[in-house]
């Protein structure tokens, strides 16, 4: 399966703190995403890596992507309690697909 | 218009009833995918539109399920003789070009299906 699997499922943290989730995959891709969910609401795109970059930042968010082990990992620096969301890495191959998600909660 | 838009945003059925779920995708997109979401689960793709055609369909779950997009803009998703596990989140996503290389996709708030 093409999909990501996420971990953890659950991360609690207080604000401030950095957030790290991982994601892994099993076959070859394109690139692979992440995307954020606030409750009730549809995904947003968060950041994209291509499988020849090995890390990329937008903000407070760093991505790393390690295409000799099918992982990345999702970096979010000082969280915000706004950052309380759900996180999902979706690997592209011939399809974006989305595994479990990172349920995030950052306490104020 | 400025994003993708789905309605309705609620949609409580009986069991056996037949529903019709619409997605007005961002102008100009090529791209139309339609993912299930059960509660606490990531999407699950359903189908792929690229303008009209239906090029890929395999994640939808039975012949109850059916998705159109006629004029290669608006989408419908059409769910006949609803059951209680069809109950789910449909998220429609859009994306500027065609393909499945791994575009980025954007999301519509999605419509939340509650079956009795």
């Known amino acids: 399966s093409q999909q990501g699997e996420e971990d953890p499922q659950a991360l609690s943290i207080q604000e401030g703190e950095n957030a790290t989730m991982n994601c892994s995959y099993k076959?070859?891709?394109?690139?692979l995403q992440w995307y954020r969910q606030n409750s009730g609401r549809g995904l947003v795109h968060l950041i994209l890596?291509?499988?020849?970059?090995r890390e990329k930042h937008s903000g407070r968010l760093r991505v790393t992507l390690d295409t000799s082990k099918k992982s990345s990992s999702l970096l979010i620096t000082a969280s915000r309690a706004a950052d309380t969301a759900s996180y999902f890495c979706a690997p592209a191959g011939n399809m974006l697909t989305f595994g479990g998600g990172t349920r995030l909660m950052v306490k104020p | 218009g400025a994003g993708v838009s789905q309605s309705p945003r609620y949609k409580v059925a009986k069991r056996g009833q037949d529903v019709a779920l619409r997605c007005d995708p961002i102008s100009g997109h090529v791209s139309l995918f339609w993912y299930q979401q059960a509660l606490g689960q990531g999407p699950e793709f359903l189908t792929y539109?690229?303008?009209?055609?239906?090029?890929?369909k395999s994640g939808l779950p039975s012949d109850r399920f059916f998705a159109e997009r006629p004029e290669g803009s608006v989408s419908t998703l059409k769910i006949q003789r609803t059951q209680q596990e069809d109950s789910a989140v449909y998220l429609c996503?859009?994306?500027?070009?065609?393909?499945?290389?791994?575009?980025?996709?954007?999301f519509g708030s999605g419509t939340q299906l509650s079956v009795l």
């Open positions: 890596i291509r499988s020849n970059e």
């Open positions: 539109f690229q303008n009209e055609a239906q090029l890929d």
């Open positions: 076959t070859s891709i394109n690139n």
């Open positions: 996503a859009s994306s500027l070009a065609g393909g499945t290389k791994g575009e980025k996709l954007f």
